[in-house]
C-alpha cells in the first residue's frame, strides 16, 4: 500500500516535497516512481528510482525535481523546486518489481502499486 503527502499550493518558482510511504517488508527491492496527471490529460512519468539506487527523470524536469529514497523509511521522496504553473497535476506514487540494469524511465505498464494522488497546483 502506498500513500503520497505533501501536494499544495506553491507560487511559481516555489518549491515542493512530496513523500510516499509504502508498507511491507520488501521496499528495497522494489523500484519507485512518480507520475502525474494534468487536468484533460494523460498520467505521465516524472521520475523513477531503481531498486539499485540510480535515478532517471523525464525531460521535463531534470534539474528542477530530485527522487530519493529512505528505504529504512519505506519512504520515497520527490523533491521539486522551480516550479511552474505547467507542473499542476495529481501526483501519484508507484511501485514497479521490475529491474533494470541500466536506469531508464518507469513504463506505465510496469506499475504493480499505485498510490492515492497528491494535487500540485502552481500559481502564476
Known amino acids: 500500500q502506498l500513500q503520497a503527502f505533501g501536494g499544495g499550493l506553491v507560487q511559481a518558482g516555489g518549491s515542493l516535497r512530496l513523500s510516499c510511504a509504502a508498507s511491507?517488508?520488501?521496499?528495497?527491492?522494489?523500484?519507485m516512481g512518480w507520475f502525474r496527471q494534468a487536468p484533460g490529460k494523460g498520467r505521465e512519468f516524472v521520475a523513477a528510482s531503481w531498486s539499485g539506487g540510480s535515478a532517471y527523470y523525464a525531460d521535463f524536469v531534470k534539474g528542477r525535481f530530485t527522487i530519493s529514497r529512505d528505504n529504512a523509511k519505506n519512504t520515497v521522496y520527490l523533491q521539486m523546486n522551480s516550479l511552474q504553473p505547467e507542473d499542476t497535476a495529481v501526483y501519484y506514487c508507484?511501485?514497479?518489481?521490475?529491474?533494470?540494469?541500466?536506469?531508464?524511465?518507469?513504463?506505465?505498464?510496469?506499475?504493480?502499486?499505485w498510490g492515492k494522488g497528491t494535487l500540485v497546483t502552481v500559481s502564476s
Open positions: 511491507g517488508r520488501t521496499f528495497s527491492t522494489y523500484a
Open positions: 508507484a511501485a514497479s518489481r521490475t529491474s533494470r540494469a541500466m536506469p531508464t524511465r518507469m513504463n506505465y505498464y510496469e506499475v504493480d502499486y
